[in-house]
């Protein structure tokens, strides 16, 4: 997996809009603001191919871009924002879900978490749920670049512990630093091999 050639496909708000499953596709989940779509930027090495925000609820639609004409990144809206008006957050949960639950090309979720918080009931929600219905899925510790020492040990432990995962099945991150991208790398391109 080289991500050479990054093509935005399109914006998908709702489930009809999907284009036709014939490459596997990695989905970007995690609450709002966490760093999704600043994650696919790192990955593809893009500082502005997916636009970020430092105000939560930015990415509103699935948004999808192709690479290198084999696979296809699919970068979601954040859940549990509570600033949208109800209808539309259920809206965006029902787009979510569905995807999530649907999408036969999927091959891997990666659920990315905040590294300086306890995990969240969301997060620890979708976890489980992507575990009960067997899809592939691989959590990514982010901002890893604000805390150091024995305070980022500590935090990695506690969500080791919360989520029962060893070392090398999640990845510790950082958009800002590079740190972790390379591990990401290679363990999204064993789950689109296998
Ligand atoms: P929504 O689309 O609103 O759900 O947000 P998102 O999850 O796509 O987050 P986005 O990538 O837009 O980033 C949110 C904010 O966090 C931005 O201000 C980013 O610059 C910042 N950010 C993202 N990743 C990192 C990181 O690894 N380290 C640091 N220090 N900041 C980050
Ligand atoms: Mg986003």
């Not at 050479?4 to 284009?19: A, G, I, M, R, T």
């Not at 891997?108 to 009931?121: F, G, N, P, T």
Request: proline residues 4%; contains cysteine.
């Amino acid at each position: 997996m080289n991500y050479n050639h990054v093509e935005f496909l399109l914006s998908v708000y709702s489930l009809k809009q999907l284009p036709e499953p014939l490459l596997p596709e990695i989905a970007f989940a995690g609450r709002s603001n966490v760093g999704k779509s600043s994650l696919i930027n790192k990955l593809v090495n893009r500082r502005n191919l997916v636009k970020t925000s430092s105000k939560p609820g930015k990415t509103q639609s699935i948004n999808l871009f192709e690479v290198d004409k084999s696979f296809i990144l699919a970068d979601l809206p954040g859940y549990g924002f509570a600033r949208v008006d109800k209808g539309m957050q259920s809206g965006w949960q029902e787009l979510i879900t569905g995807y999530l639950e649907k999408r036969e090309s999927l091959a891997c979720v990666v659920v990315i978490i905040d590294i300086r918080h306890e995990l969240k009931a969301y997060d620890r929600d979708l976890i489980d749920w992507l575990r009960h219905r067997g899809r592939p899925f691989l959590p990514v510790y982010t901002k890893a670049d604000k805390l150091s020492g024995n305070k980022l040990t500590k935090q990695v432990a506690s969500l080791d512990a919360a989520l029962s995962l060893r070392a090398e099945e999640r990845v510790i991150f950082s958009s800002k630093s590079g740190k972790g991208v390379d591990k990401l790398k290679t363990m999204l391109a064993r789950q689109i091999e296998s």
